[in-house]
């Protein structure tokens, strides 16, 4: 089985044409910022001084203006650009990264066909979320064969409905949203024919600049009219809880600035924030962490993955149970911060999904 790659990088040009890619040198500049020294960085890194310095001259030749500054007592930092360069590129990995993830899934799962056309991709559509991603690169690393697709949480559960999944991933809060939140999954799945696989209990909430310079309290404050939100995608499971939380304390979503703005993922919102083109977003705890930000909590839920009921005992989803409820996996989902894996691998019936009667604090 081979597995594929799918990488974002930008590339400058100067004015005679004359391209750069920051691919090399944005891990260097991070090393730099690390270590205070270019020539540790270089090591690091496994080259040479020489060599090094010259990435380093021939992206700055491109930019027109160095990377690298003296800072005394400290040795080599980041100038204002160099900061700039290492921001940019993170935010084009990040805000592309599920895309890109799905896009090379897809293209090996293509080439795996005609490589071993007996084998059979366990196909999981899903919201996008830190642990399913963790499942991902679990799975791959047990050589089980996996497309994933990141989708709305809509999206993935009607096509386990149509048979085009094998796990449909997708949220519920905990409280008073749940059901309302429910019903726009439960005309989809049957309870005879489907039910729900617990993965992790996690928070969402919202992200805001290291500090909070804002002032932002709480979800009342995205109706200031100084505040620039940033939202995920219509037919998200989050949008969805988001225009319910509004509603609730009586802000008009047409009254926040920004609200028709979307991204596709969570890493892309806490990019967003963190390049300062926008001051809130609301999205799962890691992300916000990822990027330096300040995490305000709003609200618990549950990640499931929906599924067939008479392929719980088959693989591949005997394997993804076995995985699932395994400690090493476990582990890997409480290092993220926020999510508890505490019912991991538990399968739930979908009535008490729906209710969350199982899960009660």
Not at 141 to 165: F, H, M, N, W
Not at 225 to 254: A, C, E, K, M, Y
């Amino acid at each position: 089985m081979i597995k594929v790659d799918c990488h974002a990088q930008l590339v400058v040009r100067d004015a005679d044409g004359r391209e750069a890619s920051l691919t090399d040198v944005v891990p260097l500049l991070a090393l730099v910022a690390q270590e205070g020294s270019i020539a540790q960085a270089a090591q690091r890194k496994g080259l040479s001084y020489r060599h090094a310095w010259g990435l380093l001259r021939d992206v700055e030749e491109r930019l027109g203006g160095a990377l690298i500054a003296k800072a005394r007592g400290r040795g080599s930092v980041l100038s204002e650009l160099g900061e700039a360069v290492l921001r940019s590129q993170q935010l084009c990995a990040e805000r592309l990264h599920g895309n890109l993830q799905a896009l090379a899934s897809e293209v090996a799962s293509d080439l795996n066909r005609w490589l071993a056309p007996d084998v059979q991709d366990l196909r999981i559509h899903a919201s996008h979320g830190y642990a399913v991603a963790a499942l991902v690169t679990a799975l791959v690393g047990d050589q089980v064969p996996v497309e994933i697709k990141y989708r709305d949480s809509a999206d993935a559960i009607t096509a386990l409905a149509r048979g085009e999944c094998d796990l449909a991933g997708f949220h519920l809060p905990r409280g008073e949203f749940r059901a309302a939140c429910a019903d726009a999954y439960r005309n989809w799945l049957d309870p005879q024919r489907h039910v729900l696989i617990h993965l992790t209990r996690r928070k969402q909430g919202l992200f805001v600049e290291r500090g909070n310079p804002r002032g932002i309290a709480g979800l009342a404050d995205l109706a200031r009219g100084d505040i620039r939100f940033v939202n995920r995608q219509p037919g998200s499971g989050t949008r969805l809880l988001i225009d319910l939380l509004l509603t609730r304390i009586g802000v008009d979503p047409d009254r926040v600035n920004g609200y028709a703005s979307s991204e596709l993922t969570h890493s892309a919102i806490a990019a967003f924030v963190a390049s300062g083109m926008a001051d809130v977003g609301f999205g799962v705890e890691p992300a916000a962490h990822h990027f330096g930000l300040d995490f305000i909590p709003i609200v618990d839920e549950d990640y499931y993955f929906a599924c067939e009921r008479s392929q719980l005992e088959r693989e591949p989803l005997a394997a993804v149970l076995e995985l699932l409820r395994g400690a090493p996996f476990g582990e890997a989902v409480a290092r993220l911060e926020g999510y508890d894996p505490g019912e991991c691998g538990t399968v739930v019936p979908l009535g008490e999904g729906w209710l969350g009667h199982v899960f009660a604090a």
